[in-house]
């Protein structure tokens, strides 16, 4: 004699929600591992367009005694070096921002950008690490987005230098740069005091100015200051 199964009608609706469940999941799962494979392909694409379009000479200016000479130097850039860029640009690097016990670092930086800057960034705290070792030290900051970064600076450049409270006036937003641009920038700032000072700002014995240089590295930094 044969084995005879039998399900009850409200197992049998139930079992069929089930499935009908799992299937959705899996076909969400995939509509969505399909998009990340689309995503992929682009970014490689744009990568591999930025790369060939990057000019590969860099042009400095080098000094020897009154003597100035150009040389070219090749750059070769790598997708890692860019993506690293493109990762800088969403950073913001803060000096001179207090150090708490009381409060953590994004509540801090929260609560200054709201208070004085009329702004408001969404921060986690594992997006505002502390770097270098300096006192306080620098306050690393990652938004959302290049835009988001650019509005903070923007912000912070236009508010804090105007503040009536002196200490703000020594708390510094800067974007986050690579030492190649961190030491462009410090010549740059310099030229600028120089010349408000009055100064000729003459670059003198084996010193090096930069004028047009691809900046890429692969480690965190930022500059410090401003102007």
């Known amino acids: 004699m044969s084995n005879i199964n039998w399900v009850c009608p409200p197992c049998i609706s139930s079992i069929r929600e089930k499935c009908k469940l799992v299937d959705d999941q899996i076909q969400s799962l995939s509509t969505a591992l399909h998009k990340l494979e ?4 682009s970014l490689v694409q744009k990568v591999d367009g930025v790369v ?3 000019p590969s000479a860099a042009t400095i200016v080098q000094s020897n005694g ?3 000479h150009a040389v070219n130097t090749a750059d070769t850039v790598t997708p890692d070096q860019l993506m690293d860029q493109m990762r800088r640009k969403r950073n913001i690097i803060i000096s001179g921002l207090p150090e708490s016990q009381q409060m953590s670092d994004d509540e801090s930086l929260q609560s200054l950008c709201e208070n004085n800057l009329s702004y408001r960034p969404w ?4 997006q505002c690490q502390r770097i270098g070792k300096s006192s ?3 306050l690393r900051a990652t938004l959302a987005s290049e835009h988001a970064a650019v509005e903070l600076l923007v912000a912070a ?6 503040s009536d409270d002196s200490s703000l006036r020594n708390i510094y937003f800067n974007p986050d740069l690579n030492p190649t641009e961190a030491k462009k920038a410090y010549l740059l ?7 408000r000072q009055g100064t000729t700002g003459n670059v003198t014995g084996n010193s090096m100015l930069i004028l047009s240089a691809q900046p890429f590295a692969t480690t ?3 500059s410090t200051g401003s102007d």
């Not at 921060?123 to 594992?126: G, H, K, T, V």
């Not at 450049?157 to 105007?162: A, H, I, N, Q, V």
């Not at 700032?189 to 010349?195: A, V």
């Open 52 to 54: 060939t379009a990057t």
């Open 220 to 222: 965190s930094g930022g």
């Open 66 to 68: 009154s003597t100035f």
């Open 38 to 41: 689309a995503d992929h392909h």
């Open 123 to 126: 921060f986690e705290e594992s």
């Open 189 to 195: 700032r310099k030229e600028r005091r120089e010349r």
């Open 157 to 162: 450049k236009t508010r804090l230098s105007r």
């Open 136 to 138: 306080p030290r620098l």
